[in-house]
């Protein structure tokens, strides 16, 4: 499929699969006490820094599917399911193990009555690591119509279960527990189109070091990357009151539906530019359109979120947030530099280049700086987040277009030589 049939399939699940996070949403700022919601938030927050291993994986599962499948490596790609599958189920079960011990001490950070909480997202995080090798996989093969069914399948599960915990009276702990379970019906889901793999290993040999090498880059910019998303919200349950944490949880993630909108493309992105990347093509022209269209998008979220913001914060959280919305527009004026440094940072990662991670490492440490300076303030939060977001998006576009630059003075030298 071509990236814009690719990216509109996975565009249509993942706006289903957001609506069912939504309602989601919806459902637990209105039977959740404010104090509670913040800590359903901050909880998941906890599961997105923690989890960026299971995304590393994710994108050096996808990145050397993608390689090996076309190059008509069949058994590599079988070789590398297979280890990837008992690596990562080793690890989700460590990370499980250590989370578990220091249960206690997250929870008092996060102000948390109970590591109960703590203790879920561990079992939910085990289960995300196998989870995304399947989804990594199924994105690297370009079988966007499984991927698509898993992501949307996945956000209707927790939906279901968190309304089906909650009105048992399970509480904030039944609503982190539907966070975390899905990722068991997921894969089960996705294991049955990619099961022929794991039969198959003929002519494969070994890439190890070449994937440790790769995993590392990946990984530190999955952490960075990750961090500068979700600072915000573990700093503010840090040093906030309940309630002004719970009116920041919904600012948070309204805002974040402009990072979120575009990143079914981003998914369809990477996947076509390793391919592309391996038979030497013009990688250059798929991110014209990714990052034209994840422009547009995140243009468009944030106007509706500048001028309505009372009204968007209030339909989707009630009344009693209302008076959050003052802090939207902002926050998703941040979310839009973001959104083009997802698109960046994944065009780089499928093509080996590493070096923009230094800007992802230095605006989460100047993120880190600047939230400890202005803390009590969650205008000035959101204010550090826009300025910080937009430096760093700002050079990465001009780092890309410079080598956009130089390659097209090469192609150019190229064909003129091959006219003489």
Excluded at 160 to 179: D, K, M, P, R
Excluded at 235 to 255: C, I, N
Aim: contains cysteine.
């Amino acid at each position: 499929m071509s990236f814009v049939k690719s990216g509109t399939v996975l565009f249509l699940a993942s706006m289903a699969g957001n609506f069912c996070n939504y309602l989601f949403q919806f459902f637990m700022s209105r039977s959740l006490e404010l104090a509670d919601y913040g800590a359903l938030n901050a909880a998941l927050s906890v599961t997105s820094i923690l989890g960026i291993p299971a995304g590393t994986i994710m994108l050096v599962v996808a990145r050397y599917s993608s390689t090996f499948n076309a190059k008509g490596e069949a058994g590599m790609v079988g070789r590398l399911y297979r280890n990837s599958l008992l690596f990562t189920s080793g690890m989700g079960l460590a990370l499980c193990a250590l989370l578990a011990v220091a249960s206690g001490a997250a929870a008092s950070y996060l102000k948390l009555g109970s590591s109960a909480p703590i203790i879920i997202v561990g079992a939910g995080l085990a289960l995300s690591f196998a989870m995304t090798v399947n989804m990594g996989m199924l994105q690297g093969l370009q079988r966007f119509w499984h991927l698509s069914a898993a992501i949307g399948f996945g956000a209707a599960a927790k939906l279901a279960l968190g309304v089906l915990f909650v009105l048992f009276g399970l509480g904030l702990n039944g609503a982190v527990a539907a966070t975390a379970l899905p990722g068991l019906f997921v894969i089960a889901l996705t294991i049955f189109p990619l099961a022929g793999y794991l039969k198959n290993d003929r002519g494969a040999k070994g890439v190890t070091l070449d994937i440790a090498a790769y995993s590392v880059p990946v990984l530190v910019s999955a952490l960075a990357f990750t961090a500068m998303t979700n600072l915000d919200m573990i700093t503010v349950k840090h040093w906030a009151s309940p309630e002004d944490a719970g009116l920041y949880s919904a600012v948070s993630v309204l805002g974040k539906t402009i990072l979120y909108l575009p990143a079914a493309f981003v998914l369809a992105l990477f996947p076509m530019i390793s391919d592309s990347h391996a038979r030497k093509g013009d990688i250059y022209r798929v991110l014209d359109r990714a990052l034209l269209i994840t422009v547009g998008f995140s243009a468009a979220g944030v106007l509706a979120l500048a001028f309505f913001p009372e009204l968007a914060i209030s339909m989707l959280f009630g009344m009693k947030f209302a008076a959050a919305a003052p802090l939207l527009k902002y926050y998703g004026m941040a979310m839009v530099s973001m959104a083009i440094v997802s698109v960046l940072m994944t065009f780089n990662l499928a093509r080996g280049n590493t070096g923009f991670i230094y800007s992802l490492i230095a605006g989460t440490i100047a993120l880190a700086v600047f939230f400890h300076i202005f803390e009590g303030s969650l205008l000035s939060t959101v204010l550090v987040m826009v300025a910080v977001n937009t430096a760093v998006a700002s050079y990465n576009l001009y780092a890309v277009m410079r080598e956009r630059k130089a390659w097209e003075i090469v192609r150019l030298d190229a064909r003129s030589r091959s006219a003489m």
